[in-house]
């Protein structure tokens, strides 16, 4: 249980700090006198999300299996994981720089903004894709020390990165005069200086676990484990469709929503925003359960396995529980505080039981995700969105003509619950045919 909160609080803190490197940028500007600058900022940070947000494999694929090298003290392996994930990041992001022009051109041409805005946004984004290398070896980096067991790392790293990127837009901006090219430079910047301070931590977490003849050989049985897991390839295609499914989930709400009006549109972006607050605190469980989970597999260990198990699922029964409590009796002033919008936040209460519903309905597939990036049975995790997704759906559609908003949430919820309950009922299949946790 402890080695869960010392792995969890870290990643926690990481994950509340990570927004802020685009919330400083969206802040500064906001002080240029000209809603403009404001809408191309809110422009260019979505067309950068498009292109990384589908690569989270990078991140996923490394943790689970650099937690199992650990476990398994192959050393060899774990170097052969980061070398190879990190080649796979910075060549994508270097395809990205080469593509910079058609990619801005047809993302833009997908958002559609108007001239103003699409100028600045082009701008901005033609001086951040070059960090496109910096930002997706980060994503590696930050799986891998993860992997390590190691997590305070990536918090330092993100605290660094948010203070020198508000340090340098307020100098380029406010200072140099620079503008929309200020702030781009100082969000280019600070994500090198991330990417280049966790390379930099590298030698020492290697050194701390030089690689002997054969790795370890009292641990020799692990490591030849370690040969069945599925291929990183295989890995990386089960949680890029994973994502993908994800996506259209998101997309799909957000688009149903934009149907119903500004205001509808308004109302669920708000409510969503307490599905945000929940995940990145689960999410920081679930990224201890893929360490440690990883790790004991790796290692062999099943009791201390199937104990870990069981302690993430109390700890993410007690934090739904915790936010749930939160949500039902102080949600409508955490919305008033998120919005001066009378209407709009009026209009969210008649909604707001379905949004609290989110903690109690979500930590199960929150928990299971953890699990099974770390056991690197990511073609389960898959099959898992895969149902929740057609759930989603089907229950959108036979519920949304008569129901409208309501029909859209329950469609959410539903998914959310099928996720959790189709992880643990193929983890638990899985277990009977098996002594051994399946890979």
């Known amino acids: 249980m402890k080695e869960i909160w010392r ?7 990481t994950n509340i700090t990570t927004p802020l490197l685009g919330l400083c940028d969206l802040a500064i500007v906001g002080h240029l006198g ?13 067309m950068m999300n498009m292109l990384y947000w589908l690569l989270g494999f990078l991140r996923m694929g490394t943790s689970g299996l650099t937690a199992q090298a650990y476990g398994a003290q192959a050393w060899t392996r774990a170097r052969l994981t980061l070398w190879r994930a990190l080649a796979v990041g910075v060549g ?28 600045m946004a082009e701008a901005y984004f033609l001086i951040c894709i070059w960090g496109a290398p910096a ?3 980060s994503f590696v ?5 993860l992997g390590m067991q190691n997590s305070k790392i990536t918090m330092w790293i993100s605290i660094l990165t948010n203070v ?19 702030v781009a430079c100082g969000t280019l910047i600070a994500q090198w200086v991330a990417f280049l301070t966790g390379m930099a931590y590298i030698h020492r977490e290697l050194s701390r676990h030089a690689p002997k003849a054969v790795d370890s050989l009292e641990n020799i049985e692990s490591i030849e484990k370690l040969d069945k897991s599925p291929s990183p390839l295989a890995i990386y295609i089960d949680i890029f469709l994973r994502t993908v499914m994800l996506v259209a989930v998101t997309v799909w709400f957000t688009r149903v929503g934009a149907q119903q009006g500004p205001v509808m549109l308004a109302v669920n972006a708000l409510l969503m925003q307490l599905f945000t607050l ?25 009791q201390q396995l199937k104990l870990t198990i069981r302690h993430l699922h109390y700890i993410g029964a007690g934090v739904a529980l915790l936010f749930t409590l939160i949500y039902a009796c102080g949600g409508t002033s955490f919305l008033s505080l998120m919005s001066d919008e009378r209407g709009v936040v009026e209009a969210a209460g008649e909604y707001l039981w379905w949004a609290a519903s989110i903690p109690f309905m979500g930590f199960l597939a929150f928990t299971w995700d953890g699990i099974f990036i770390g056991l690197t049975a990511t073609r389960k995790m898959l099959m898992a969105m895969g149902s929740a997704t057609a759930i989603y759906f089907i229950v959108y559609l036979l519920l949304y003509p008569t129901l409208a908003n309501h029909g859209l949430w329950i469609a959410f919820l539903a998914y959310l619950l099928t996720r959790g309950l189709v992880s643990a009922a193929l983890f638990n299949s899985a277990n009977k045919q098996k002594t051994d946790i399946p890979h």
Request: with cysteine.
């Open 92 to 119: 994508i992001g270097a395809l990205f720089i080469c593509l910079r022009e058609p990619l801005c051109s047809w993302i833009l041409a997908f958002m559609d903004p108007d001239e103003t805005t699409r100028e």
């Open 278 to 302: 929940f995940s990145f605190f689960m999410d920081g469980f679930a990224f201890a359960g893929e360490a440690l989970c990883g790790r004991f597999q790796g290692a062999g260990d099943q």
């Open 164 to 182: 020198t990127n508000i340090g340098l837009s307020l100098v380029l901006v406010l200072g140099w005069h620079l503008g929309m090219t200020g």
């Open 34 to 46: 000209s809603a403009a600058f404001i809408a191309a900022i809110a422009v260019g940070t979505s």
């Open 141 to 145: 980096l930050t799986g891998w020390y």
């Open 7 to 13: 792995l969890a609080i870290p990643a926690i803190v």
């Open 135 to 137: 930002f997706l070896g």
